[in-house]
């Protein structure tokens, strides 16, 4: 079976994974600017990306227009990959085309949201639960994507770990790629992540003898632990989340942010603040929120830089507080 990009990547391969309100268009733009780097002939950095999640049953019930900047991208940022949620194969079947049109490198679909109001709906991490349902999400998804490939992103259980009964059921659909996060449902994100679930996962895969890719995911905060994590495992890649908050970096071999002077730091922070004003012009602002803490992270007097940071309503805004913190620095 062709798995299209998921082909050509290293050997392992390390990503960028999809964050609600975090890894939208301006973030990942951050990441194809600065986590680039040259090894050999191949260009590295984050290695695929996936979008955020996005609501199948929106897209294709007229919500193009509420949603499409959960899908917006720029061409730096191949591979992409676009993230989405349903419970109905139908509506996965025409989201997965709207994906295909939009020139997307591949379709994911959501497996793993443990929040209420998607586990109400059927959907993410409640699928778990509906296996037969799963299977007709991945077949309807691959029947809309156009020849491009379809991969799953999936917790280890509902309650509990239940890796051998649910992850052969996703194997047996021969998708292009499984990405685990090491959690059940229940854990949420109040537990470490368990990195055995991800090596059986792998054997599995190897006792299936399929050919889909397996990618290991939870608490990874660096590139040098998510390089120990494949080796463990065995697994072909490691994506990671919140280990790369504020830190468009974290991927570059070449630069550690620790070591990049504070001027640096804030100029991509506001550059990233402009790059979401620019092709976010419609979302709220406060969004960039977070990724002010994230960024500020162990500046001297963050808390004061942070608090003014917090009371930005654009760009220029972010801006002029960034210069009066360095040349109160001075
Ligand atoms: C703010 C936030 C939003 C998230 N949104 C999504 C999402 O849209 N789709 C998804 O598959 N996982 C989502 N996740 C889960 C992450 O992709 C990842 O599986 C989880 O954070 C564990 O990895 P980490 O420890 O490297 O962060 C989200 C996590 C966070 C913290």
């Given at each position: 079976m062709d798995n299209g990009f998921?082909?050509?990547l290293p050997d392992p391969f390390y990503g960028l994974a999809p964050m609600e309100d975090v890894t939208d268009v301006a973030f990942r733009q951050m990441f194809a600017r600065y986590g680039r780097y040259e090894e050999g002939d191949q260009m590295r950095g984050p290695d695929v990306?996936?979008?955020?999640?996005?609501?199948?049953?929106?897209?294709?019930?007229?919500?193009?227009?509420?949603?499409?900047?959960q899908l917006k991208y720029q061409e730096n940022e191949r591979p992409i990959v676009a993230q989405l949620f349903s419970a109905h194969p139908g509506r996965m079947r025409q989201a997965a085309a709207i994906c295909y049109q939009l020139g997307f490198d591949g379709v994911?679909?959501?497996?793993?949201?443990?929040?209420?109001t998607v586990v109400g709906n059927d959907c993410g991490s409640a699928l778990i639960k509906t296996p037969k349902l799963a299977q007709k999400l991945i077949k309807a998804a691959r029947e809309g994507?156009?020849?491009?490939?379809?991969?799953?992103?999936?917790?280890t259980g509902f309650d509990e770990h239940r890796i051998k009964t649910w992850i052969s059921t996703l194997l047996e659909t021969h998708i292009a790629a499984l990405s685990?996060?090491?959690?059940?449902?229940?854990?949420?994100?109040?537990?470490?992540a368990d990195w055995s679930t991800v090596e059986q996962t792998r054997e599995i895969r190897d006792q299936m003898n399929k050919d889909t890719l397996i990618i290991g995911n939870g608490d990874v905060e660096s590139l040098t632990e998510a390089k120990n994590r494949a080796g463990e495992t065995g697994v072909e890649g490691i994506m990671v989340g919140r280990g790369a908050f504020g830190n468009p970096w974290?991927?570059?071999?070449?630069?550690?942010?620790?070591?990049?002077?504070?001027?640096?730091?804030?100029?991509?922070?506001?550059?990233?603040?402009?790059?979401?004003?620019?092709?976010?012009?419609?979302?709220?602002?406060?969004?960039?929120?977070?990724?002010?803490?994230?960024?500020?992270?162990?500046?001297?007097?963050?808390?004061?830089?942070r608090n003014n940071l917090m009371q930005t309503a654009d760009s220029a805004e972010v801006k002029e507080v960034v210069m009066n913190y360095l040349h109160g620095l001075k």
């Open positions: 998921w082909d050509n990306m996936w979008t955020e999640f996005t609501s199948a049953d929106g897209l294709v019930k007229g919500g193009w227009k509420r949603l499409k900047h994911d679909i959501n497996m793993c949201c443990p929040s209420e994507a156009g020849g491009l490939p379809v991969s799953v992103k999936t917790r685990l996060h090491a959690r059940t449902r229940k854990q949420m994100s109040k537990v470490p974290f991927f570059n071999l070449d630069i550690t942010r620790a070591k990049l002077p504070k001027k640096k730091r804030l100029s991509v922070m506001v550059e990233h603040a402009k790059t979401f004003d620019e092709l976010l012009p419609d979302q709220h602002f406060a969004i960039m929120r977070k990724h002010f803490k994230a960024y500020t992270k162990g500046l001297p007097h963050a808390n004061d830089l």
